[in-house]
Nanobody, 116 residues
Framework: QVQLVESGGGLVQPGGSLRLSCAASGSRFSNNVMGWYRQAPGRQRDWVATISSGGITNYADSVKGRFTISRDNAKNLVYLQMNSLKPEDTAVYYC??????????WGQGTQVTVSS
């Protein structure tokens, strides 16, 4: 049973930084594509970033240059470093694991609020 647990969300002022973490269990973590998505109130869940098993990263245009996704395969962790945060980054952030059979697993989400 795959489990994903996010942490690191909170309240931050515009221009500030946060680092989200996602701990994965129950899967051969290093074989899987990992990603971050976010959902603001009243909006659909949007893709933010992904990192392949080989470390190749991709980002949504809205976060490119500000967010960095990384992974530690030895610790089964994936991170999202978020810099220069804006109010429009406010959302619940979800960790995603895409299995080798293309099944998507989700964490419970962590709230990020950017406000002065």
């Amino acid at each position: 049973q795959v489990q994903l647990v996010e942490s690191g969300g909170g309240l931050v002022q515009p221009g500030g930084s946060l680092r989200l973490s996602c701990a994965a269990s129950g899967s051969r973590f290093s074989n899987n594509v990992m990603g971050w998505y976010r959902q603001a109130p009243g909006r659909q869940r949007d893709w933010v970033a992904t990192i392949s098993s080989g470390g190749i990263t991709n980002y949504a245009d809205s976060v490119k240059g500000r967010f960095t996704i990384s992974r530690d395969n030895a610790k089964n962790l994936v991170y999202l470093q978020m810099n220069s945060l804006k109010p429009e980054d406010t959302a619940v952030y979800y960790c995603n694991l895409l299995s080798t059979t293309n099944y998507a697993y989700w964490g419970q989400g962590t709230q990020v609020t950017v406000s002065s």
